[in-house]
């Protein structure tokens, strides 16, 4: 089981061609090293949700703090399988500066209709920001092929570290390997 999430954690670095070396090692379960990871791609849109009216986030803008970057479709089961996680997260990671940001790219047309995604948000309990992604730019730009998807990003604005799939996946233990890696982030 370690080596198929080990073997879904390479593919994921090579898809997204953020990872170095090292931090593809680390995922795999070797010793932790900091790979110089590229920059994050800059996130596209004002379609924002659960942000202050009228305002959007930025990657530039978390410059110094790490964020937690995840690509979803709310009718997607393995997606809403790792919310949970994503609100453990928030809650203890918030008070550190770490940042959820999740962005919404729809897999059907049913869930690229603005009200609906506020709507789910609201019955999943979402409450960190939502990039609205309806048409995939977000997606394409960061080269996405599965929902869920994940992408750590370190203080200075570096793809780092990612995760494709759901976190807990015949017991792959997703949840407490990105907590480590968060938490090594944090200790930059």
């Given amino acids: 089981m370690a080596r198929k999430a080990a073997s879904r954690l390479l593919m994921l670095s090579v898809a997204l061609g953020l990872l170095g070396a090292a931090a593809t090692s680390m995922l795999a379960g070797e010793s932790a090293q900091s790979s ?5 791609p800059e996130l596209i849109g004002d379609s924002w949700l659960n942000v202050p009216k009228g305002s959007k986030l930025s990657l530039a803008s978390r410059k110094g703090k790490v964020t937690v970057v995840h690509f979803w479709t709310f009718d997607c089961i393995n997606c809403q399988r790792n919310l949970p996680a994503y609100a453990r997260w928030q809650k203890r990671f918030a008070a550190k500066g770490v940042l959820i940001i999740g962005i919404h790219s729809p897999e059907t047309a049913a869930e690229r209709d603005s009200a609906s995604v506020t709507k789910k948000l609201k019955e999943l309990g979402i409450t960190y920001p939502v990039l609205v992604d309806s048409e995939l730019k977000n997606w394409n730009q960061w080269q996405q092929r599965i929902w869920p998807a994940i992408a ?37």
């Fill in 152 to 188: 750590l990003i370190d203080k200075q604005g570096r793809a780092r570290y990612g995760w494709e799939g759901e976190l807990e996946y015949r017991g792959a233990g997703g949840e407490a390997k990105l907590t480590r890696l968060i938490e090594s982030l944090l200790k930059e």
């Fill in 36 to 40: 110089g990871g590229i920059a994050a």
